[in-house]
Each structure stands twice: as structure tokens, then as C-alpha cells.
T-cell receptor, first 115, second 113 residues
């Protein structure tokens, strides 16, 4: 149980285009979903926290107009990287939590490469 | 805010030897504590968690961790390392009443045959 999927697992795009990444909780309802970014050989950096039906809360330094997060349902959250640039290339990981203070279950990650 | 310290960014052990990965947290109030494992190019997989029940927590793949309030520690151990244990390990803390995780910087475990 507690499976989280991400799609796509790997995406390559041209600079200036937008990319959407989906995060789904497959067997539970996720009250809260989180989006992280991970640079090579480093820990996870929390980008934003989203609750179903409300606006995401972004961490300091994360541009909300560049990283659009939509938590449309209790099983789906999307991250859209708008006007992507090479510096946005990274490994993006989502997690989902069935309740407050509960365990976070992580997706397999999406590797974004911007050319 | 919480902080999590993982001593040793790289740990090498021989196959069959004891694995000990260290984690210390900063809160004066015992939080929820987690260990996750990450294999290359994959997401994080939950190994085990402590949520104020038994102080010795058993997880998957033979790992266990002991919560020691007096030492503000939650070290991860495994009696006998296996080649498949080679991965990145992250300790995380969640404040009671909060929903944000604070991650350590990770420890890369290498298992030598």
C-alpha cells in the first residue's frame, strides 16, 4: 500500500518551453502533497506544500510563477515548470501524506533536462 | 525550526559487517523520526519510522533504529550488510502537529565485497 507515482519519469525539453509533471497517490487519498527538488549528491529541497483545493505554500526563494502547482484532487497534484531554462534541470520528487503529521510517501522522481 | 544532522556523508562497510548510520535531531520535544533509502535515480523508500511508541523500531530489509531521547539520536543499524544495501540514506524529522519534513544531508553507504 501507499504507492505514489510520477509521470513522466524522464523528460527532455527545449529552453523556453513548459513541462508538466504529475504526481498521483494510487491507493490512498493524500490530504497534503509535497514537491521537492534534488541536485546531484545532495539532499532534498522542499519547494512547496499543497493541500487539495487550496493554493500551494511555497518555500522561500521558490518562484511560484515559475513552478506552478495544482492540487486538483485528493489523488493528483501537478507541477508545471514554466519557460524552463537549463538551470531548472534537476530531479523533481513528489510525496504524498494521508494526514497531518503522517508519513510522507515518495514518488519515483522525474528527471528534467532542459536543453 | 528543526535541524537534522547525519554524521558521515560516506560510510563504507564490508559485506556481512555491521551497518551504523548516525542521525541526531535538534528538537527538545521528541518529534516523529523517519529513515528513508534512495537508490540511484529513484525516489525515497520508507525504511522505518518512530512515532512515540516503542523506542526500538524495526523496519524493512533487516534495518532497525533506536530512539534515544537523552542523546537526541535516531541511529540506523543493520547487523549484517548486504551488497544490495548500497544506497543513499536520509534521516528525516517531522514536528508533532506540523506536516513538514526536515531532511538530513544524507549518508551514502558503500558495501565492499
Amino acid at each position: 500500500g501507499a504507492v505514489v507515482s510520477q509521470h513522466p519519469s524522464w523528460v527532455i525539453c527545449k529552453s523556453g518551453t513548459s513541462v508538466k509533471i504529475e504526481c498521483r497517490s494510487l491507493d490512498f487519498q493524500a490530504t497534503t502533497m509535497f514537491w521537492y527538488r534534488q541536485f546531484p549528491k545532495q539532499s532534498l529541497m522542499l519547494m512547496a506544500t499543497s493541500n487539495e483545493g487550496s493554493k500551494a505554500t511555497y518555500e522561500q526563494g521558490v518562484e511560484k510563477d515559475k513552478f506552478l502547482i495544482n492540487h486538483a484532487s485528493l489523488t493528483l497534484s501537478t507541477l508545471t515548470v514554466t519557460s524552463a531554462h537549463p538551470e531548472d534541470s534537476s530531479f523533481y520528487i513528489c510525496s504524498a501524506s494521508p494526514g497531518l503529521t503522517d508519513t510522507q510517501y515518495f514518488g519515483p522522481g522525474t528527471r528534467l533536462t532542459v536543453l | 525550526a528543526q535541524s537534522v544532522t547525519q554524521l558521515g556523508s560516506h560510510v563504507s562497510v564490508s559485506e556481512g559487517a555491521l551497518v551504523l548510520l548516525r542521525c541526531n535531531y535538534s528538537s527538545s520535544v521528541p518529534p516523529y523520526l523517519f529513515w528513508y533509502v534512495q537508490y540511484p535515480n529513484q525516489g525515497l523508500q520508507l525504511l522505518l519510522k518512530y512515532t512515540s511508541a516503542a523506542t526500538l523500531v524495526k523496519g524493512i530489509n533487516g534495518f532497525e533504529a533506536e530512539f534515544k531521547k537523552s542523546e537526541t539520536s535516531f541511529h540506523l543499524t543493520k547487523p549484517s550488510a548486504h551488497m544490495s544495501d548500497a544506497a543513499e540514506y536520509f534521516c528525516a524529522v517531522s514536528e508533532i502537529g506540523g506536516n513538514q519534513f526536515y531532511f538530513g544531508t544524507g549518508t551514502s553507504l558503500t558495501v565492499i565485497p
